[in-house]
């Protein structure tokens, strides 16, 4: 911590001193990045008996939420563009602490999103913290309050102690990450060699469950090689996001990776499309043409709906892929290309060449390392957050100023079975969106369950009973969020007792991630 920032600790209560020295040891203590900075955000909330807290990480121009407390479950899917929320732009560029006005007029990103005030929030306070690290920025911690002096009480002083300790552990996790990624991709035979390539794209992977934890593991294991990828999965999963993610971390990411949709590709045009032609080589055939094999040369060909080409195409794409070597469409030299192959598919090439429709020796050659896609239902709570990245893309494509999902909806969307996974999730998001906009509403809307057509719902597993739902009273409660937290209590209680304890097995069964179960657990007092 910087030496100027020690000081402010004689100015402060024993209590403010207790709370920031317990603050600076959780960002020290041997856990995950994840459990840190929620553990981080907690103390800040008790610290400044604030409503809301979120840390962000920026990313090219963007604020990414890596954790927040007491926002909307939907806030981390999203990602705030610095140029779309003026809020978030005063903070990045502010270089010191801002508190802004009770009456400013910059929007708040947040305004709608905490969950025990619906609506407009038409007075609070609210604090931004800009998170440094060698001179660079690299973050931002915000917190916010319901009443407009709620943060009076505290020294800019006081803040900037907070911001510093805040920077450090974010700044620490962020270098743990990048030696993490190193290891991975260290190579012997290479060490004179950049060890890891920046991303060329914007593409993210949304998403923490488990399956998708286990998805990034197997993508961080064969980026860096020079293997053969077939990723499987259903329709909608987001088969060419993981196809771009492995080559943005591959060596060879600094060129672009190219593209080809083999189930739309004509049959009398196919084979040119793949490997090229000369002139005169068909009627049409005006000039020379590369195919995509030579224009991924040194990068790499992503083949969507491998499982759609013809047997006889299917021939020639194992020659090169043995090989090495090409030739174009009427021509007779054999040209050498060193391209990387990632093929994807919806169908079970397994079942395909059990009954002659693929070939199995391409199989085993394009199956080098094959890569599973969950589908959305496998994934749990994912679906909320992939609804928060969505519903920031819409609010900006509709030109709204907030649009939020209301709490109802989360349990609603959990609940359907997604036959066509991401990319419908997608569409519903974006349909819901418009609907909710066309009715006579202020600049604050809401996306309610009516707004979706959702007609399928969720069935439990054939070896795991359905979630359990207690007979629960109310009596005595005096607001919403007392009785959603006590029926959350008694149904973890339940699950937990049916599962001896387990706490793995009962976040399986409440299909949700292990670390947000035990983080829920604690606030709800079970733990």
Same mark, same amino acid.
């Not at 510093?164 to 920077?167: D, G, Q, T």
């Given at each position: 911590?910087?030496?100027?920032h020690?000081?402010?600790?004689?100015?402060?209560?024993?209590?403010?001193?207790?709370?920031?020295?317990?603050?600076?040891?959780?960002?020290?203590?041997?856990?995950?990045?994840?459990?840190?900075?929620?553990?981080?955000?907690?103390?800040?909330?008790?610290?400044?008996?604030?409503?809301?807290?979120?840390?962000?990480?920026?990313?090219?121009?963007?604020?990414?939420?890596?954790?927040?407390?007491?926002?909307?479950?939907?806030?981390?899917?999203?990602?705030?563009?610095?140029?779309?929320h003026?809020?978030?732009?005063?903070?990045?560029?502010?270089?010191?602490?801002v508190?802004?006005?009770?009456?400013?007029?910059?929007?708040?990103?947040?305004?709608?999103?905490?969950?025990?005030?619906?609506?407009?929030?038409?007075?609070?306070?609210?604090?931004?913290?800009?998170?440094?690290?060698?001179?660079?920025?690299?973050?931002?911690? %915000?917190?916010? #309050?319901?009443?407009?002096?709620?943060?009076?009480?505290?020294?800019?002083d006081?803040?900037r102690? =907070?911001s510093?300790?805040?920077?450090a552990?974010?700044?620490?996790?962020?270098?743990?990450?990048?030696?993490?990624?190193?290891?991975?991709?260290?190579?012997?035979?290479?060490?004179?060699?950049?060890?890891?390539?920046?991303?060329?794209? @914007? !593409?993210?992977?949304? #998403?923490?469950? /488990?399956?998708?934890?286990?998805?990034?593991?197997?993508?961080?294991?064969?980026?860096?090689?020079?293997?053969?990828?077939?990723?499987?999965?259903?329709?909608?999963?987001?088969?060419?996001?993981?196809?771009? %993610?492995?080559?943005?971390?591959?060596?060879?990411?600094?060129?672009?990776?190219?593209?080809? @949709?083999?189930?739309?590709?004509?049959?009398?045009?196919?084979?040119?499309e793949?490997?090229?032609? &000369?002139?005169?080589?068909? !009627?049409?055939?005006?000039?020379?043409?590369?195919?995509?094999?030579?224009?991924?040369?040194?990068?790499?060909?992503?083949?969507?709906? &491998?499982g759609?080409?013809?047997?006889?195409?299917q021939?020639?794409?194992?020659?090169?892929?043995?090989?090495?070597?090409?030739?174009?469409?009427?021509?007779?030299?054999?040209?050498?290309? @060193?391209?990387?192959? /990632?093929?994807? !598919?919806?169908?079970?090439?397994?079942?395909?060449?059990?009954?002659?429709?693929?070939?199995?020796?391409?199989?085993?050659?394009?199956? /080098?390392?094959?890569?599973?896609?969950?589908?959305?239902?496998?994934?749990?709570?994912? =679906? &909320?957050?992939l609804?928060?990245?969505?519903?920031?893309?819409?609010?900006?494509?509709? #030109?709204?100023?907030?649009?939020?999902?209301?709490?109802?909806?989360?349990?609603?969307?959990l609940?359907?079975?997604w036959?066509? @996974?991401?990319?419908?999730?997608?569409?519903?998001?974006?349909?819901?969106?418009?609907?909710?906009?066309?009715?006579?509403?202020?600049?604050?809307?809401?996306?309610?369950p009516?707004?979706?057509?959702?007609?399928?719902?969720?069935?439990?597993?054939?070896?795991?009973?359905?979630?359990?739902?207690?007979?629960?009273?109310?009596?005595?409660?005096?607001?919403?969020?007392?009785?959603?937290?006590?029926?959350?209590?008694?149904?973890?209680?339940?699950?937990?007792?049916?599962?001896n304890?387990?706490?793995?097995?009962?976040?399986?069964?409440?299909?949700?991630?292990?670390?947000?179960?035990?983080?829920?657990?604690?606030?709800l007092?079970?733990?």
């Open positions: 911590m910087p030496a100027y020690l000081h402010t600790f004689s100015n402060m209560t024993n209590q403010r001193m207790t709370d920031l020295t317990k603050l600076a040891l959780e960002m020290t203590s041997g856990i995950s990045s994840e459990d840190r900075f929620s553990r981080m955000l907690s103390i800040v909330r008790d610290l400044f008996h604030c409503e809301a807290s979120a840390l962000l990480e920026l990313q090219e121009h963007k604020f990414v939420p890596l954790s927040i407390d007491g926002l909307a479950p939907d806030v981390l899917g999203r990602q705030f563009s610095l140029q779309e003026p809020r978030l732009e005063a903070i990045a560029r502010a270089g010191d602490i508190r802004f006005p009770t009456d400013s007029e910059l929007p708040d990103p947040y305004d709608g999103l905490i969950p025990s005030i619906e609506g407009e929030l038409k007075v609070h306070a609210c604090v931004g913290l800009p998170l440094i690290a060698n001179e660079r920025l690299i973050g931002a911690l %915000t917190i916010d #309050g319901f009443s407009p002096d709620q943060f009076d009480g505290f020294s800019d006081d803040l102690t =907070v510093a300790i805040a920077s552990s974010l700044n620490n996790a962020l270098l743990m990450e990048k030696l993490e990624n190193q290891a991975v991709s260290f190579s012997p035979l290479e060490e004179n060699q950049p060890t890891q390539k920046t991303a060329t794209s @914007n !593409t993210q992977m949304i #998403g923490q469950s /488990v399956a998708m934890q286990e998805l990034k593991k197997e993508i961080e294991v064969v980026a860096n090689t020079e293997m053969t990828a077939l990723i499987l999965g259903e329709t909608g999963t987001g088969k060419e996001l993981v196809a771009g %993610t492995i080559h943005n971390q591959s060596p060879r990411a600094e060129n672009p990776m190219v593209y080809l @949709n083999c189930a739309a590709l004509p049959e009398n045009v196919a084979e040119s793949l490997f090229g032609h &000369v002139k005169g080589a068909f !009627t049409g055939a005006i000039s020379n043409r590369k195919g995509k094999f030579e224009l991924a040369d040194n990068s790499t060909l992503f083949l969507d709906e &491998v759609e080409l013809t047997l006889a195409l021939s020639k794409l194992l020659r090169v892929l043995q090989y090495g070597d090409l030739q174009r469409v009427g021509d007779d030299n054999h040209l050498k290309v @060193n391209t990387r192959i /990632v093929a994807a !598919t919806n169908r079970d090439l397994k079942v395909e060449v059990t009954e002659g429709r693929f070939r199995a020796d391409l199989y085993h050659r394009l199956s /080098v390392f094959p890569i599973h896609v969950p589908p959305l239902r496998d994934r749990g709570e994912d =679906v &909320v957050l609804a928060g990245f969505f519903i920031e893309k819409c609010r900006s494509k509709l #030109g709204l100023r907030h649009l939020s999902l209301s709490a109802s909806c989360h349990r609603h969307l609940d359907y079975n036959p066509g @996974n991401v990319r419908e999730l997608e569409h519903a998001i974006h349909r819901a969106a418009i609907l909710a906009r066309s009715q006579p509403v202020d600049e604050y809307v809401m996306i309610l009516e707004h979706f057509n959702l007609q399928s719902v969720r069935s439990a597993p054939d070896n795991r009973p359905a979630l359990p739902i207690p007979a629960t009273s109310f009596s005595g409660v005096t607001n919403l969020k007392e009785a959603t937290d006590s029926f959350q209590r008694k149904v973890i209680n339940q699950t937990l007792t049916e599962n304890n387990n706490w793995s097995a009962t976040a399986k069964q409440l299909g949700i991630n292990a670390g947000n179960l035990h983080r829920l657990a604690k606030r007092g079970i733990k």
